[in-house]
């Protein structure tokens, strides 16, 4: 992650806790990049769930990620 700065827009973050196709690890580079940056995150991880599955019970992400968006995009 290298062109990260303080103007970009904040961000949301969530990745599957037990994802096989894309590693965990890549969210909590991409949150670090962020948080290197100055750039406000939020960073929600979906416990139980893979890659897929992750899209079909992610209910609490959802709301977070709303919540995420009210508070920044009003």
């Known amino acids: ?5 303080a103007s970009d827009p ?5 990745h599957a806790g037990l994802d096989s196709l894309v590693r965990i690890e890549h ?3 991409y949150r670090a990049a962020l948080e290197r940056a100055g750039i406000t995150n939020e960073y929600f ?3 139980g ?3 897929i599955s992750a899209h079909f ?3 609490e992400a959802i709301e977070a990620a709303l919540a ?3 508070r ?3």
């Open 57 to 59: 019970f992610d209910g």
């Open 68 to 70: 995420f968006l009210d």
């Open 10 to 14: 904040a961000v949301f973050v969530y």
């Open 1 to 5: 992650i290298h062109r990260t700065n």
């Open 45 to 47: 991880v979906i416990h």
């Open 72 to 74: 920044y995009l009003r």
């Open 27 to 29: 969210a909590e580079a």
């Open 49 to 51: 769930n893979g890659h």
